[in-house]
C-alpha cells in the first residue's frame, strides 16, 4: 500500500519563526488532507488539497502531485500553534485502503514564547 | 464544530471483558469510520461504514467488529479486550469517502480505552 512520510517528527521553535513541514507519499493521490491535534487531543482539519496551493491565515499548503510531496508552511507561530500535525492521502490506486485515508505518522511541533 | 459525540471518553476494563465505544453524529453524513492511535504510528483505521449496516474493514480490524443500526451511531466493539487494544480510539464522519473538498473529515474527540 502507499507510504506516507512526514518530516521532521519533531520541530522546535520560538514564538514568531516560520517553519516548513513536509510530507511525502508513495503513490499517485487524487486526495490529501492535513491536519492539526492540538494538545488536548483534538484533531482539526485543517486543509483538503490533492493538487495546487491554499491559505487560511498564517496557514498555507503546497502540494505538486507529480512530484509526490506536500508543504505545510506556518508563518509568524504561536504558541497556539502546538500540537501534531498529520498529513493523510488516499491513494489513486486504492490497494487496501479502499479509499480511505492513510494518515503519516506526524510532526509535533513545539512552540515555545 | 461538526456534531460528533463519543461515550465514554475514558475508560478502564480487565483483559477478556467485552467493551462498546459509542459514536453518535448529528450531521446526518453517510459515512463513518473508528480510527485507533497509538504513539509512533499515527492514526489507522478501525473499520468504517457507508450507511446504515454497510461496514467494512480497515487496516487493523483484527479483535474489532462494528455496528451501525441507524444513521447517526455507529458502534465500535472488542469482544474480548486485550492489552494491545489500549489505545486512544476516535470515530470520524464525512459526506464523502475519505473525505473532500466539501465534505473534510471530521473527528469526535476520542475514548482512551486502558485494558488492564
Known amino acids: 500500500g502507499i507510504q506516507v512520510e512526514q518530516s521532521p517528527p519533531d520541530l522546535i521553535l520560538q514564538e514568531g519563526a516560520n517553519s516548513t513541514l513536509r510530507c511525502n507519499f508513495s503513490d499517485s493521490v487524487n486526495n490529501l488532507q492535513w491536519f492539526h491535534q492540538n494538545p488536548w487531543g483534538q484533531l482539526i482539519n485543517l486543509f483538503y488539497i490533492p493538487s495546487g496551493t491554499k491559505q487560511n491565515g498564517r496557514l498555507s499548503a503546497t502540494t505538486v502531485a507529480t512530484e509526490r510531496y506536500s508543504l505545510l508552511y506556518i508563518s509568524s507561530s504561536q504558541t497556539t500553534d502546538s500540537g501534531v500535525y498529520f498529513c493523510?492521502?488516499?491513494?489513486?490506486?486504492?490497494?487496501?485502503?479502499?479509499?480511505?485515508?492513510?494518515f503519516g505518522k506526524g510532526t509535533k511541533l513545539s512552540v515555545k514564547p | 464544530d461538526a456534531g460528533i459525540t463519543q461515550s465514554p471518553r475514558h475508560k478502564v476494563t480487565e483483559t477478556g471483558t467485552p467493551v462498546t465505544l459509542r459514536c453518535h453524529q448529528t450531521?446526518?453524513?453517510?459515512?463513518m469510520y473508528w480510527y485507533r492511535q497509538d504513539p509512533g504510528h499515527g492514526l489507522r483505521l478501525i473499520h468504517y461504514s457507508y450507511g446504515v449496516k454497510d461496514t467494512d474493514k480497515g487496516e487493523v480490524s483484527d479483535g474489532y467488529s462494528v455496528s451501525r443500526s441507524k444513521t447517526e451511531d455507529f458502534l465500535l466493539t472488542l469482544e474480548s479486550a486485550t492489552s494491545s487494544q489500549t489505545s486512544v480510539y476516535f470515530c470520524?464522519?464525512?459526506?464523502?469517502?475519505?473525505?473532500?473538498?466539501?465534505?473534510?473529515?471530521?473527528f469526535g474527540n476520542g475514548t482512551r480505552l486502558t485494558v488492564t
Open positions: 493523510a492521502v488516499v491513494s489513486m490506486n486504492y490497494g487496501g485502503s479502499q479509499g480511505n485515508l492513510i
Open positions: 470520524a464522519i464525512s459526506e464523502s469517502l475519505g473525505g473532500g473538498y466539501n465534505s473534510p473529515l471530521h
Open positions: 450531521e446526518n453524513h453517510r459515512y
